[in-house]
Each structure stands twice: as structure tokens, then as C-alpha cells.
């Protein structure tokens, strides 16, 4: 079975090449890829859809000297490889009719109905606020941008989609704005890929936009990834595909082994925050079982520990504790043959499959039924609710949102998602303002810390609360991090100071008896 991230790679690498040889995405690929996900979806409509959308483009050119059609339909396709619904699909295929043709949104409702309208005419809003115009414009437009997801996340998936081509093809664009591109890539959308848990294609705009923001280190890392270390690393994938696979036959487990690819973004940052050289960076070799059942993951994970020794530290339960976005895996990191130390993911199908494309896999396995929007969404509006400046807006979701997270845990193992550098005041509010009000204490895996300590991946929290107390101290706001613990401190010490309270400030008259 071929990996479908190997799939997208030569896909993305080898763009240029096929551009040479005039092969084109046909309308037949969108349907085999369909129908592959949706035996039953309606071809005749997505066939119109695609008549349609190439009669109203006919005669439109790209950058690239290519149909602008091609666009379009790659759009779609890259669309049904996320195996979204049949209605998002064809509004990919019309995703820029009514910006770039004489087309109207009437005629798009008659011909494909109100659900596909609402979706090409809100993708076309987003593209018209989208522009380069300088830092305080930029902000503005993506405000309007985050504000958009949350009325559909569906929105987002075509925009990802659009974003992904158009970065497939950036070679066409003059240089100061193919970087442009590629840094708000890297900044906003790979990001935003991430919340959702699109990794395919976050992975996908990573690698790209890294290639041209900085190509002296990208060409130094492929040529070190692919042609230094290829053979080595194939050879021991292998061997302990192996060695893996003998044992799990003995234990009648149905497995799928596959090498997993390290994207060459990753490993770069990771040698940047760690300040280590490639041959440092601990997860190279990495591997991914895929599995029939949950509990066959379990057994897997046994088999694994009983072959090769853990590495202290590196196991992580994403089962028992889903991340915020859904994601479930088992992750364990051990000392291989020859001392090598080796990651493995260990997920059934359906995990896989979530793992792969994140939100868009619910569309899949939840056909015609609506899908729950993702916690972060409630949080973009929360701050669009109590942030007036664009640019403060901007910095809140980012700060929020788009670093790093970690992931702890109350002590009754609900896990709570925060930006990494949070602190256990940050994860009080997390939990409930009261909760943030009351806090006199906290507990960090059963000893106690102070207030201000960053909390890492997998700690243990519990606040230690004073019911008499007041309120917040000020203090506090000199290292909370988030916007809902740096929001509600605020307003509960600007309550405090409110005018009847100002008599406490005010020095007492010695002349009044």
C-alpha cells in the first residue's frame, strides 16, 4: 500500500516536471477519487460542476502558461484526497467563477443550491479581504479571515486547498511576492492546519514555503535527508519492519508497518529550538503501525517495549487523552538496533485516517450530519468579542492559538490544552474564572510550585483555591500569558477600582469629625 504523504510529496516536487509534459488533472482523477471515498455521491453533478466552471474559465490563462481551469480542478482534487463532502468538492471547482468571470451568485444557487453558493460566494469574500497591503490591512483582512471559519470550517478546508496549488506553482510569481506568500503561509495557514489537524497538508505548505523562504538551508537538509542518509535510513526502517512484524504475526495482530516521513521542516525547527545538529535530532527514524482495533494498539505498544528498551520520557497516551483537535495516537520513542533511537505511532485505521486529515476526516465518516465546530473556534470569538483593535486581535489569536501547545491534565485527567510558556495561572482560568479568581496555590504533580512557573507537556495541576478571597491580584498579569486569563484579571481588577470602591483610595479628611 503506497503512503499517501509519498503520494503528495512527488506530487508537490515533481510539479514543474509534469507542467512540462502537458499532463493535466482530468475530471476523470476527481471522480476515481470520489467515488473511492463516496460510492454514492452524485457524479452528475460534480461533472456538471466541472462543464460549467471550464466553459465560464474558457480562455483563462495563468502565470504558469496552464488552463486556468488546471487550477481549479486541482483545487477539487486536493479537496477529495481530504475526503470532504460532495458540496465542498464542487465549490472548490467554482471557488474563483465569480471573482474571474462574468458568472453571477444567482446562477451558481440555481444551478448547484443554496449550500454550494453559500460556500463559493464566502470563499470569494475571504479572497477579496486577502490582499497585500501593507501590516495594519493585512491584520484587518485576517480578521476577517478567522471570523469566517467560524461561521463554516468548510471554508477554510477550499482556502487550504486553493493555498496549496497556488504555493505548487509559486515558481511563476516575482520574487517579492512569492516570499510574501510563502511567510504568510508559513505563519497563518500551516498554523490553522494544525488546530484542525489537517497534517497532510500542513506538512505539505511547510516544506514549500521553507524551500523558498530559505533555500540555502533546504537544500543542505535534502541533500542530507535524501541522499546521505536515504540508504541508511531505508535499510533500518527495514530491518525493523522486520523484526516488528515477526513478532506481531506471532501474536496473530493484522499490521501495516510503514516508514514515516519526516518532513524537512519539522526537523529544522527542531534543530533550531534545540540548538542541535541533524544527526542530534532524536525522532528521524520513525515508524507508524497501523492496527485493526484500540486494543491491539496496546499490545503492540507491549510487544515494542518487550523487543527494545523505552526512552524515559518519550511515551506519550494520546488515546486515553485525545489532544484538543481529536488526535489519537500512541507515541513511544525507543532505543532500536544498534542503539538508534526510534519513534513509533501507534494508531488502528480510524485513527489514521483522523490523524491524516483532522476535521475533514468527520466529513467522511459523518456524511450529512453536522459537524461540531473545534474548541479554538469558540476562542477566536471570545477574543473578536473583547478585542476592539485589530492588531491586538491579531496578537491574542496568535499568542493563543498559533504557538506552540502543551498539554496538562486536571487531576481527574481532563487534559487542558494551552500555549506553551503557560502558567498554572493560565490553566485556572482554563478551567473556570472562578476557579482563576480564587486561586491562592497550585499543585504540580503532587508538589507544590509557585504561580508563575511555565507548566509542561503532561504535568499534573491542581489549583489550590481560597474561597474568601476577593479576587485576582494584578500582580498576576506580569506573567499570565493567555488572552482569557490576561482578559478576565483585567476587567476583575478594573471592577475593583470602579467608582464605589474609589472612597478606599481616597485619603480620609482630617478636618471632618
Given at each position: 500500500m503506497?503512503?499517501?504523504?509519498?503520494y503528495?510529496?512527488?506530487?508537490?516536487?515533481?510539479?514543474?516536471?509534469?507542467?512540462?509534459?502537458?499532463?493535466?488533472?482530468?475530471?476523470?482523477?476527481?471522480?476515481?477519487?470520489?467515488?473511492?471515498?463516496n460510492p454514492n455521491a452524485d457524479i452528475k453533478k460534480l461533472k456538471s460542476a466541472y462543464e460549467f466552471a471550464q466553459l465560464a474559465h474558457s480562455g483563462q490563462k495563468r502565470k504558469t502558461g496552464e488552463p486556468f481551469i488546471e487550477h481549479t480542478m486541482h483545487t477539487a482534487f486536493i479537496l477529495a484526497q481530504l475526503k470532504v463532502d460532495l458540496e465542498t468538492i464542487i465549490a472548490g471547482l467554482l471557488h474563483d467563477i465569480l471573482e474571474d468571470t462574468e458568472v453571477t451568485i444567482e446562477e451558481v444557487e440555481k444551478k448547484f443550491g443554496l449550500e454550494v453558493c453559500n460556500l463559493v460566494e464566502s470563499i470569494t469574500k475571504l479572497k477579496k479581504h486577502i490582499k497585500y497591503r501593507g501590516d495594519e490591512r493585512y491584520a484587518e483582512s485576517l480578521r476577517k479571515m478567522f471570523l469566517a471559519m467560524t461561521k463554516d470550517i468548510r471554508v477554510i478546508l477550499i482556502k487550504f486547498a486553493d493555498r496549496l496549488h497556488n504555493l505548487r506553482t509559486l515558481d511563476a510569481q516575482p520574487e517579492e511576492k512569492r516570499l510574501s506568500i510563502a511567510k504568510e503561509t508559513l505563519e497563518i495557514y500551516a498554523p490553522i492546519a494544525g488546530l484542525l489537524g489537517v497534517w497532510r497538508l500542513k506538512w505539505q505548505m511547510e516544506d514549500i514555503c521553507f524551500k523558498h523562504l530559505y533555500p540555502k538551508e533546504y537544500k543542505e537538509l535534502e541533500y542530507k535527508f535524501e541522499v546521505e542518509k536515504k540508504a541508511e535510513r531505508n535499510q533500518y526502517i527495514q530491518k525493523i519492519k522486520n523484526i516488528l512484524g515477526q513478532k506481531l504475526k506471532e501474536a496473530n495482530i493484522e499490521n501495516m508497518i510503514e516508514g514515516r516521513f519526516k518532513h524537512l521542516y519539522s526537523i529544522w525547527k527542531k534543530m533550531?529550538?534545540?540548538?542541535?545538529?541533524?544527526?542530534?535530532?532524536?525522532?528521524?527514524?520513525?515508524?507508524?503501525?497501523?492496527?485493526?482495533?484500540?486494543?491491539?494498539?496496546?499490545?503492540?505498544?507491549?510487544?515494542?517495549?518487550?523487543?527494545?528498551?523505552?526512552?524515559?520520557?518519550?511515551?506519550?497516551?494520546?488515546?486515553?487523552?485525545?489532544?484538543?483537535?481529536?488526535y489519537r495516537s500512541l507515541h513511544t520513542t525507543v532505543y532500536g538496533p544498534e542503539g538508534k533511537a526510534t519513534e513509533f505511532q501507534i494508531r488502528n485505521k480510524l485513527m489514521n485516517n483522523e490523524a491524516q486529515y483532522g476535521i475533514a476526516a468527520h466529513f467522511y465518516y459523518k456524511m450529512g450530519k453536522k459537524i461540531a465546530q473545534p474548541g479554538w473556534v469558540k476562542e477566536i470569538l471570545n477574543i473578536q468579542k473583547e478585542t476592539t483593535d485589530t492588531n491586538d486581535f491579531i496578537k491574542e489569536v496568535k499568542i493563543d492559538l498559533f504557538n506552540d501547545r502543551i498539554f496538562v491534565f486536571t487531576p481527574k485527567g481532563d487534559v487542558i490544552d494551552l500555549p506553551e510558556g503557560s502558567t498554572p495561572i493560565d490553566f485556572a482560568y482554563a478551567v473556570?474564572?472562578?476557579?482563576?479568581?480564587?486561586?491562592?496555590?497550585?499543585?504540580?504533580?503532587?508538589?507544590?510550585?509557585?504561580?508563575?512557573?511555565s507548566l509542561k507537556n503532561g504535568d499534573v495541576v491542581e489549583i489550590i483555591i481560597e474561597k474568601k478571597r476577593k479576587g485576582p491580584s494584578r500582580d498576576w498579569l506580569k506573567f499570565?500569558?493567555?488572552?482569557?486569563?490576561?482578559?478576565?484579571?483585567?476587567?476583575?481588577?478594573?471592577?475593583?477600582l470602579s467608582m464605589p470602591n474609589l472612597k478606599n483610595y481616597i485619603p480620609r479628611n482630617p478636618f471632618k469629625k
Open positions: 503506497t503512503n499517501p504523504q509519498f503528495d510529496i512527488i506530487i508537490t516536487q515533481n510539479y514543474k516536471k509534469v507542467q512540462n509534459k502537458n499532463i493535466y488533472m482530468t475530471i476523470e482523477q476527481i471522480i476515481n477519487k470520489v467515488k473511492e471515498n533550531q529550538i534545540k540548538e542541535r545538529k541533524f544527526d542530534e535530532i532524536y525522532d528521524v527514524f520513525a515508524l507508524r503501525v497501523i492496527l485493526n482495533s484500540e486494543a491491539d494498539c496496546y499490545k503492540t505498544l507491549g510487544i515494542i517495549h518487550s523487543i527494545w528498551k523505552p526512552i524515559s520520557k518519550r511515551f506519550k497516551d494520546y488515546i486515553a487523552a485525545p489532544k484538543p483537535n481529536g473556570h474564572s472562578k476557579i482563576g479568581d480564587k486561586c491562592s496555590g497550585v499543585l504540580i504533580n503532587d508538589e507544590m510550585s509557585s504561580l508563575n512557573k499570565a500569558k493567555t488572552h482569557r486569563a490576561v482578559n478576565k484579571i483585567r476587567q476583575s481588577t478594573k471592577t475593583k
